[in-house]
């Protein structure tokens, strides 16, 4: 189902991009080169980076298993919920494992809390995509930011707990 | 110190090919030795993110070069810039939830948004909807955790997000710069495409 709805949503992409590109191409030769540097260069100049800190996820993904998730978000009490921010912090899970495991957790008694608190953080702080957040930004604004998202995450978790308790 | 540096940045600049080669060691090793199913879940989650970053990236920085280069700088900042009113919150909504792919895929898109006058707030508003409220990965999450769970999870995580825009936009500088490494001028530096 993701599957379907990404795929969809990178053929729009590309075809924007194609007419994007080819209108402004006819409007303006030079200016559409100059674009066409301007983008594959900053392409080009951060892509070695996120190589390396998309290996390193690869890693620490195959190190922790849906089982172990399962072991240590599935029990009951404060715990859980902190091991979720935690977990959900290091980790910069693709949505294609990340709901499906989510979906596993709440039929194994996963509270409604730990999974909200495992997902956001899941989607808003990376530790692991720091140097890559930190080559656009900066340090202090991505430490910031994720600072700030770690705590918006444990925001939404309450207010999950509140709504669907 | 001159040398030092120098192994610092020859550090900097291999460490990211062995990160790979080691991934890629271990799933070849895994895959003939049929032992390490550690070796093949990394080979097999770094397979998927190449994917999609060869899928993503290449037509969000064409557009992002696009956008620098047509965009005029009035334009962002009368919509989102600093004086624009709480109307530029829908423009950055519809930005970033019609989109798809990894939060680092809309970096790019942030920086560039920045850097023609969009006001810090819009920028991380923009960034937090990207991340907790695309389309795509909605219809995804109703699939596994159902409507309920999805629709209160979507609405909760929206104030959060403008309220972190806000406190970001407060908690920085007004002269803040960002780093010179981000411009699409600077980066890459030493390569020549053209």
Known sequence: MEQMGFNSTVIVLWIITGVALLVSFIADRRKT???LIKGLKMLWGVLPLLLGVLALVSLVLAAVTPEMLQQVLSGSGPLPFFAALGIGSITLMPGFIAYPLAGVLQKLG???PVLAAFITSLMMVGVLTLPVEARFFGWRVSLLRNGLALVGAFLVAVGMAWVLP | MKERRK????IGKLWPWVMVAVVAGLWTYGRFSGELAFGLRAGESLQYFLVEMA???PPMFLLVGLFEVWVPRELVERHAGRRAGVAAIPW???LATVQAGPLYGAFPV??????KGCAPRNVFIYLGAFSAM???MLTFEVGFLGWSFSIARTLITLPVFIVIGLVMERL???AFQLPAASDSDAMGDGVRLS
Do not use: D, G, H, N
């Open chain 2, 134 to 136: 695309k389309i795509p």
């Open chain 2, 92 to 94: 950055m909504l519809l």
């Open chain 2, 55 to 57: 899928l993503v990236l």
């Open chain 1, 110 to 112: 996963a509270s409604t």
């Open chain 1, 33 to 35: 080169r100059a674009s």
């Open chain 2, 110 to 115: 942030a920086v560039s948004l920045w850097r």
């Open chain 2, 172 to 174: 920085l500088p007004a």
């Open chain 2, 7 to 10: 192994a610092l940045s020859a």
